[in-house]
């Protein structure tokens, strides 16, 4: 679930860059056939939507879903990673051409980027240790530590309604914000409750809970693009409907959970 505004400002002083979006391929014949190369920029570290394998290959619910609507909008994508919070400024700096990495669909957002029709979505919920007695009200968290990935709408929701009583603590990857909620460094996280849900099915998470209810803070999760590719943007959701359609998408949905969340 995911991600926050970044400033305006910033933004305008990154619109810049010289990498072309719909260049021509060339074949044999040295004829040019008209297919478009869209570079894809992922986190590469949110499982089980984006992540890198032991042979250093980004996998992951993000990236299927996102290969599936290239091939059905005849684009050739390629895939490259970035840290969480320079993704949208690597998308305005031209160093790809699209977001695909479970990035939530806000207002905030939308001013700096367009996005595509939502392909799933999530709420977010605290986790917290199975043996924690917390109670998940503000004056149930009074005085706690809470954690959230930085740049997130988890760690906007909780400073907007926690900041006054709790401390916020905000990490660079959720790995590091599960790993100080094992070792009790923090009382509770909040993040979207898929992930949470695919994290406490492992060994890792096997001491953790849901805690309290969830909520919805976000219009889904949507692929990021420049609001200039107007066109891409018709591509990629034309090429998301026709998966949709298809029944392609309910298939790579089956593979990551036995439940839908689009």
Known sequence: MRKILISLAVVGALLVGYYTLGQKISTDSGKENAVQVVRIGTEGAYAPFNFTDEQGTLKGFDIEIAQAVCKAAKLECSFTSQDWDGLIPGLLARKFDMIASSMSITDERAKAIAFSNHYYRTPIRFVSLKDSTLVTTKEGLRGKKLGAQRATTSALYLQENFGDVAEIKLY??????????????????????????????????VNAQFRGETAYVDSGIGFGMRKSDADLLSKINAGLAEIIKSGEYDTINKKYFPFSIY
């Open 172 to 205: 660079d990857t959720w790995e590091t914000a599960r790993l100080d909620l094992s070792a009790g460094r923090v009382d509770a996280i909040l993040s979207d409750a898929i992930s949470s849900w695919h994290w406490l099915q492992t060994p890792q998470g």
